[in-house]
Every structure is written in C-alpha cells, then in structure tokens.
C-alpha cells in the first residue's frame, strides 16, 4: 500500500467534496461532518462519477405509508440511476452481494507526521580563487 498526500485538510472541510486523481485513478473526496470517506470516482453500475451524487440517508419502512429517513450522512446516491452506496464502505444496497463501490482508507495527519525531520540541506564547500566562485561537487 502505497500513502499520497492529496490536500491539506482546510480544502476539504465538512460538507464538502473534492475530486483528487491518484496514480491514475479518480478518488472522490466526502467529508460529511468530519468523517472522511475516499471512494473511486466511478459507479459500477452505470459508470457516473460519483463525486456529483447525493449524500443522504435510507428510507426504512415498517409498511405502507410508513416511512423514516435514518443515518443521515451515510449514504451516496448515484446521480444517474439513484443507486446507492453506503460512505463508509462503498456497499451497494441496491445489489449488495455483487456491486460496491472501491472505498479507500483516508485519514487526517499532521504535515510532521508525514516526514520526519530534521531537515539537512546538502552543502558543498565554497572557496574563492582569483576572483573565481567555486564549486566543488
């Protein structure tokens, strides 16, 4: 598993989205009050970049005319077909036993926990000849 910086944390506050390309692929960016989640920009289903669906809940239902929308936040709603996928770990619950949505681990980490100092610059002796500046390499 390879890591990659994509933003600093201040472009992606809550309730926004971004569209960041990593090795080749399209990862969209949620964070839906303060939980990220980083799913391939790509619907299984119908091929939609996902980056433009709806985070929403589920409807449950105890019968007809029943109905509650319940974990709000958590759910990715296809903008062409209105699949959806569950944030957290890009199930589909439309077709749970054979389509989700590439989900990727993401997570928020201080700028000096992602490369540890100190910080050496390379030096090289410097002299003055004749009124020459040299560099030696």
């Known amino acids: 598993m390879s890591r990659h910086v994509v933003c600093p944390a201040d472009e992606l506050p809550p309730g926004s989205r971004k569209v960041a390309t990593v090795d080749g692929r ?4 949620f964070n839906v009050e303060g939980r990220l989640h980083a799913l391939l920009n790509r619907c299984p289903h ?13 409807a449950r239902s105890a019968g007809p005319g029943d109905y509650r929308l319940e974990r709000h ?3 990715l709603r296809c903008p062409w077909h209105g699949w959806e996928f569950e944030l957290a770990t890009g199930q589909s619950w439309c077709d ?3 389509t989700r949505l590439r989900n990727y681990e ?5 700028g000096a926990e992602l490369v540890k100092g100190p ?3 390379e030096r090289y ?9 040299v560099i030696d390499l």
């Open 125 to 133: 002796p410097v002299t003055i000849e004749d009124a020459y500046v």
């Open 106 to 110: 993401v997570k928020l980490e201080a």
């Open 119 to 121: 910080y050496v610059a």
């Open 73 to 75: 936040g958590e759910f």
């Open 96 to 98: 749970p036993r054979s």
């Open 46 to 58: 119908g091929g939609a970049q996902i980056c433009k669906g709806v985070v929403t809940g589920i």
């Open 26 to 29: 399209e990862i969209a960016l």
